[in-house]
């Protein structure tokens, strides 16, 4: 990480090639983000979409109290529509994947903006 980054407080963590966070001041809070990127789930083995699910619940638990958390990424996941999830925008199926990450969300208390 370049110096000056470093010296404005931000803080990057790269998990795997699928998976980081940053965390950068704003005023007393900081913006806590975690990009990722899910493969299909029809690719690659399910022990490697499983570590990668684990990665993702350890950079979720990282999230400190000042921190504002901003989940953003491609999951590979068909949520379903007509909930609280997604509203009537998602897909009308849903897929394994899907389930994963409405658990997560129902874990964490996350809310989809889309």
Known sequence: MPTLFKKGGKQYKRYSRRLATIRIPVGTQNLYIINCHFPESGQGKKR????????????????????????????????????????????????????????????????DLV
């Open 48 to 111: 490697a979409r499983e570590a990668l699910h684990l990665q993702h619940e350890t950079a979720l638990q990282a999230k400190r109290d000042r921190d504002i958390l901003i989940v953003i990424g491609d999951f590979n996941a068909a949520l379903g529509n007509g909930d609280t999830i997604c509203g009537q925008h998602g897909l009308k199926r849903r897929n394994e994947e899907g389930d994963a990450l409405r658990m997560t969300a129902h874990i964490y208390d996350l809310r």
